[in-house]
């Protein structure tokens, strides 16, 4: 069979699976209304990490458009080369300060920093303990430091799971590491992060949180989950984050003690062998951090839409018989999943929404466990309490079309 040949088979599975992926290209942008490519008209966005809105405010922009003015587009080298600006270094520093650590590093994104973390830091005399549902770059970053390092055991252990936890805790050896997300990216969910760390103290093992859907939203003054749960850096030694989410910008970090960082420095191999970000992408990051630092008022309007829709939707699914068709999972977070478990009838209903002008997340397999194909609704602090009304009655009348429809009850 020729390789080309070989491609296009793969590409039908996947169309025929119901599991093929797209994009779609945005011609413009202003807060959460964007105007896609081809279409005339606009949609409202509910599938944008953008949890605060910053990614479009003013103050940022000026930011961002000052450093560009000052160095340009790019960094032009590496942190460890010639890379590393002064609004990196400011960046770092804020970051360490916000975490309440003594350091922070800066990576190009998220997947590079748990790559370079994991891989620096896993050995041979140690265990990765990791949370099933954890991000894929968790996953791989265990993976390759499993293959890499020698690892003596990597295990993902059930989700949340304490006691499963504990159970591999007994056989770990020391300085083992228990990997977690804060806040689950597909299920919206907490990790229990103060029973974890108990226990991570009692086994001494050494817990990893990402906090990418957590830093910014969670916490007092938005420094996080591991803030928000009452825990300090003798708690959870290891805290990594993005910034392209509730920041609005773009990268990653992770902070620590100074031991850590300059061990990150020395062996993380995706830190020391990458372009620097953009010194303006640095400073929008850092005028970030000062909105979220200094004001509460967009962590209380994010929370309140949350409220919203939790509340709303609650009430669809005690009055309504096809919401009960579908599995709400429970989170207080701006991550809504509603559970459809269908691929097809999870395309139907986000194409169903999309006509109807609210961009909403179609996520199957294998972001998620087969059988478990959702529905992502992503709040912002942006979006007003009419805009979050009118997806529930399009989502309403989706479900509705979509679940009743009888070619589509037969596809599983």
Request: charged letters at 15%; hydrophobic letters at 45%; one cysteine or more.
């Amino acid at each position: 069979m020729k390789f080309e040949q070989h491609l296009q088979n793969r590409l039908a599975e996947q169309k025929s699976a119901n599991r093929y992926r797209q994009r779609k290209t945005i011609a413009n942008q202003t807060s959460f209304g964007q105007q896609l490519a081809g279409s005339t008209m606009p949609v409202v966005n509910f599938c944008s990490n953008d949890y605060l809105g910053l990614s479009v405010h003013p103050k940022v922009k000026a930011a961002a458009g000052q450093a560009l003015h000052e160095f340009g587009v790019g960094s032009g080298a590496s942190h460890l080369v010639s890379g590393h600006s002064h609004y990196h270094h400011a960046l770092e520093q804020a970051l360490a300060q916000m975490t309440g650590r003594a350091r922070a590093l800066l990576f190009s994104n998220g997947y590079m920093a748990n790559l370079g973390l994991i891989t620096a830091l896993a050995g041979k005399a140690q265990h990765i303990l990791c949370d099933k549902l954890n991000h894929a770059s968790i996953i791989d970053a265990c993976q390759l430091a499993a293959a890499k390092n020698g690892v003596k055991q990597f295990i993902r252990y059930r989700h949340c799971d304490l006691a499963h936890l504990e159970q591999l805790l007994q056989k770990a050896p020391p300085h083992s590491l228990v990997v977690s997300d804060g806040v689950f990216s597909m299920d919206g969910n907490c990790a229990p992060l103060e029973p974890m760390a108990a226990l991570c103290k009692q086994y001494q093992a050494v817990l990893v949180v990402d906090d990418a859907h957590g830093f910014g939203c969670r916490g007092d003054k938005g420094a996080g989950s591991v803030q928000a749960a009452g825990l300090t850096e003798q708690d959870v030694p290891i805290y990594m984050a993005t910034l392209g989410k509730a920041v609005g910008g773009f990268g990653a970090f992770v902070a620590g003690s100074e031991a850590l960082i300059e061990t990150l420095i020395q062996f993380a191999r995706p830190y020391i062998y990458t372009t620097a970000l953009p010194p303006a992408v640095a400073a929008a990051n850092l005028q970030s951090l000062q909105l979220i630092a200094h004001s509460t008022a967009l962590r209380a309007a994010l929370n309140s839409n949350i409220a919203i829709f939790t509340t709303r939707v609650a009430a669809h699914c005690q009055q309504s018989a096809h919401w009960q068709q579908v599995t709400l999972l429970p989170s207080q977070t701006a991550i809504q999943p509603i559970v459809l478990g269908c691929e097809k009838k999870t395309m139907a209903v986000a194409d169903t929404l999309m006509a109807a002008g609210f961009w909403v997340g179609a996520i199957r397999p294998p972001t998620v466990p087969k059988g478990t194909a959702r529905l992502r609704i992503t709040l912002s602090a942006k979006h007003g309490a009419s805009q979050i009304e009118a997806l529930i009655a399009a989502l309403d009348h989706a479900l509705l079309q979509a679940l009743n429809h009888p070619a589509s009850n037969n596809d599983e």
